[in-house]
């Protein structure tokens, strides 16, 4: 087992920490400020497609790809994108600025993998060059949408189109200015057996018969300028070509979008705690309380040792479920998958939380990213699948692993 990045990784690492430096952490506030004026509701900040530019001409883009996707690729395995995307997490809108930000890096996944040669011409070409951003609409009001199973959305043929009928919610990204494509999930083949009925079509968003019925709130912020959003299709025809793959490949294709994405955000999440530990050790050398500085409160120490093996912790379980996609494929890295999609938000909302709490009042105001970066991590205990179900789908694979014949 190696523990040290292979020159390749510390060159790219080298490299995306240089345009942290000279791109990313000097415009940080200036983006913030931007998205939280009211008067910029639903509006890109000015500056995304200059830095967006720069990170296209220092070869640092669209990082996430996996080898096998030829030119569209850099060539990087998980195991090299993994520090990447954990340098993108200590400001989470820059992933945007290498085109690896979700949820189109699942989208082109899914186009890459699974589209048609006119699918992708059309939407996979204009997402590769960041031309365009995309939203994946799941996620359903009425229904637990955590199993799939239970979405009630129709995409049912009618001559040469498919007609789609239901609502759906909390659609990430569906508000960007820039967002001209859906991939949308809902049943088509109502008879057959509940893993069969659900299709996967791509849905342009200014087509009849599409309602935005409101804009949610995530922990009051409207998450500006992509935003979620409630949505309710009403007769909306969309062309058959349109359909990805084919009917009733639905899970098929979520299950090939979903590991990839769901390690992306682990990644993130810890250069978030790591960012974090790092703003709390500062503010716990540099803050007097009580005729002494915080540092030397055996408290405090103790919290900043605690999230320091938290982080490695988690760092390692991470590296360990990329190294296995790498090798085995996604499928026979899903125990890991699921493993740290429990871990990784839940550590990092904990370190946040001591963070906060070293930082007193300020911790919970926008003088510093930690509350961003504790709200974030809540709501992605939630987000592709919340923590419960990822462990009960855990226990159940290791019961069965460990009641096996062979098994001692």
Known sequence: MQFEYSQKTKDLIARVEAFFDKYVYPTEEEYHEWDEDPANLWVRWPGIDKIKEHAKAEGLWNLFLPEEYGDYSPGLTNMEYAPLAEIMGRVPHSSEFFNCSAPDTGNMEVLAKYGSPEQKKKWLEPLLAGEIRSAYVMTEPQVASSDATNLEMTILPDGDDYVINGRKWWISGAMNPKCKIWIVMGKTLLDNPRHQQHSQILVEPDTPGITIVRHLTVFGSKNSPGGECELRFDNVRVPKENMILGEGRGFEIAQGRLGPGRIHHCMRSI?????????????????????????????????????????????????????????????????????????????????CDRAIQVHGGMGVSNDTPIARFFTLNRFLRIADGPDEVHMSQLGKLKIREYNAPNVN
């Open 271 to 351: 250069g978030q705690a790591q960012r974090a530990l790092e703003i709390m050790a500062r503010r716990a050398e540099n803050r007097v309380a009580f005729g002494k500085k915080l540092s030397d409160q055996s408290s405090i120490r103790q919290d900043i040792a605690k999230s320091f093996c938290e982080i490695e912790m988690a760092r390692l379980l991470t590296l360990k479920a990329a190294d296995a996609m790498d090798r085995f494929g996604n499928k026979q890295a899903k125990d890991l998958i699921g493993a740290i999609k429990v871990i990784a938000p839940q550590m990092a909302q904990t370190v």
